[in-house]
């Protein structure tokens, strides 16, 4: 028997049309070094209308590829509305690549028109002459440096166009947006997200066994637009009517603790090294009030257990932790405990990865491929699969990262009864020591619970007995001291013995990757180097 419900195509124009249709004011708030400007949900589309026009008679067509240069504002979202529902693909352009990596993926992309921030032109700049495919530049705000070339105006351009735009009827499967990957081995992979992969995903932000957004929310937007089209929540604001403060560049403790309290958002979205930058402001701002939040989301990597606790016990905010990546879209997993958890022990599940969302099936394999029981114990590799997870890469074959249908995450750890995924390290950065695995993951959120401790990153170093030991590298508090015997006495009472560190260097930063992630393949270059002043410990 046929079903006889109605069946519609699955697009960004139907999530826009949704959000202008029922929640056409509510606002975008987007903080500037002068103010916080604000715009309608109706005003940002109606101007999207018209960069799609503007677009169009530049000659970008269905399918053409339109890369933003952007930080987190109403104008970036503007071409997030208008690209995807144009038909074309909207190329969201990591800002912190280094300048090989990023003239790669434009080239790679085949990146038709750029629009750039007018404050990230001397970025761009560095790599204009690389460029083999980009026949137009937009710059967002004042510039007259010269440095890009011949530009274009980008509220110039929408000043023009005073013809109405309808968006068209597309095919839910066609490109919408494409993400690359952060490049930490090899070239950056690019990953195209369908129309139909988009609006599921969205769709799953909505639940609440997820993140939940919906219309009583205001979402301090943290992450950033270019870093897997920041988690999604553009796409589920217009879906469910969440209104959006956007703070640029703006990013470091004391202007969020600012936004937090003047624009009181009720949830917000970044990488744990913001949040511990937040808690280090707050610590000494006497008017810090996170009263209006019922969670802050935590994701792309490990979210420590000291910094919910700390979120918890000082300021009564909730942690989510949240589990993704590019290649997922990269809403998969949110550690949210059970129904029916007694309160002390809900933080035992806010510490774990995260149970998949509705939608996605995860298993755990072996390395001869053999799927291992969900038990909680039995260690191996990730793999996912799903309707917004990717099944190849853009232009490249990459055969060692899909299996049997299944994407390889690279992430390996276990899988509990109850669903719950405990990651203990990324492949290449695990610890195998004595024929055993040692958990970075776990060493760097016990060292980073030490009070005398701001960050705390392990990586493997050779060694002739035990194959790899674990280093690590520590960076103190302003005016916090400990020692390395200190530190690891802290360590012994708390994890194997065998795992403790004999290894200690302490560090003035962590090199972080563009998306925020420790970068420890520099930690591993900088000790090969014998740029990192170790200590030995018996």
């Not at 009030?289 to 979210?303: I, K, M, P, T, Y």
């Not at 610890?431 to 060292?447: N, Q």
Request: glycine letters at 8%.
């Amino acid at each position: 028997m046929k079903s006889t419900m109605q069946d519609g195509a699955l697009t960004i124009r139907g999530i826009v049309e949704h959000g202008r249709w029922l929640y056409g004011s509510k606002r975008v708030f987007t903080v500037t070094p002068t103010g916080v400007e604000e715009a309608t949900f109706e005003q940002v589309i109606e101007r999207a209308e018209r960069l799609a026009r503007a677009l169009e008679h530049l000659g970008v067509g269905p399918g053409d590829r339109v890369g933003t240069f952007m930080w987190n504002n109403q104008w970036h979202m503007e071409a997030y509305i208008a690209v995807p529902a144009m038909g074309s693909v909207l190329h969201t352009l990591n800002i912190r690549l280094f300048p090989d990596q990023l003239a790669f993926v434009i080239n790679h992309a085949q990146d038709k028109v750029i629009i750039v921030d007018h404050t990230l032109v001397p970025l761009l700049a560095k790599v204009r002459d690389q460029l083999t495919s980009v026949r137009h530049i937009i710059v967002r705000g004042p510039d007259d440096s010269g440095a890009l070339g011949p530009t274009l105006d980008y509220e110039t351009l929408l000043a023009a166009e005073t013809s109405p735009f309808i968006f068209p009827d597309l095919d839910e499967r066609d490109a919408a947006v494409m993400c690359y990957t952060s490049g930490t081995t090899g070239d950056p992979k690019g990953v195209v997200y369908s129309h139909r992969s988009l609006w599921l995903h969205s769709m799953a932000s909505m639940t609440a066994n997820s993140i939940g957004l919906c219309e009583t929310d205001r979402c301090l937007l943290i992450v950033p637009m270019f870093h897997v089209n920041a988690w999604g929540a553009v796409y589920t604001a217009l879906f469910a009517g969440t209104e959006l403060v956007m703070p640029q560049m703006f990013l470091q403790g004391e202007p969020v603790l600012r936004m937090i309290r003047e624009l009181r958002p009720t949830v917000s979205l970044g990488v744990p090294t913001v949040w511990n930058d937040v808690l280090r402001a707050a610590a000494a701002d006497a008017d810090v009030d996170f009263s209006s939040l019922r969670a802050v989301l935590a994701g792309g990597s490990a979210v420590p257990r000291a910094m919910i606790e700390a979120f918890r016990d000082r300021y009564g905010v909730r942690v989510i932790q949240g589990w993704g990546m590019t290649e997922t879209s990269p809403l998969a997993a949110v550690a949210i405990p059970p129904s029916g958890t007694l309160p002390e022990r809900e933080i035992d599940y806010e510490v774990k990865a995260g149970r998949v969302v509705a939608g996605v099936e995860m298993r755990v394999v072996a390395d001869d491929g053999s799927v291992l029981p969900r038990d909680g114990r039995s260690i191996g590799e990730f793999e996912i699969r799903g309707p917004w997870i990717a099944g190849a890469y853009y232009g490249v074959d990459a055969p060692e990262r899909f299996h049997d249908g299944w994407l390889k995450t690279g992430d390996i750890g276990t899988l509990d009864p109850e669903g719950y995924m405990v990651i203990t390290d990324r492949s290449k950065d695990v610890i195998k020591s004595g024929g055993e695995w040692i958990s970075s993951v776990e060493l760097e959120g016990v060292v980073m619970a030490h009070p005398a401790v701001f960050e705390a990153a392990v990586v493997a170093v050779p060694d002739p007995k035990w194959q790899e030991r674990p280093l690590c590298c520590v960076v103190l508090r302003p005016d916090a001291h400990a020692t390395a015997t200190e530190l690891r006495d802290f360590l012994a009472a708390r994890v194997a013995k065998w795992w403790v560190p004999e290894h200690w260097t302490f560090v003035e930063s962590i090199p972080k990757t563009s998306v925020g992630k420790f970068d420890k393949k520099v930690l591993r270059a900088q000790y090969g180097a014998g740029e990192l002043a170790v200590e030995t410990l018996a």
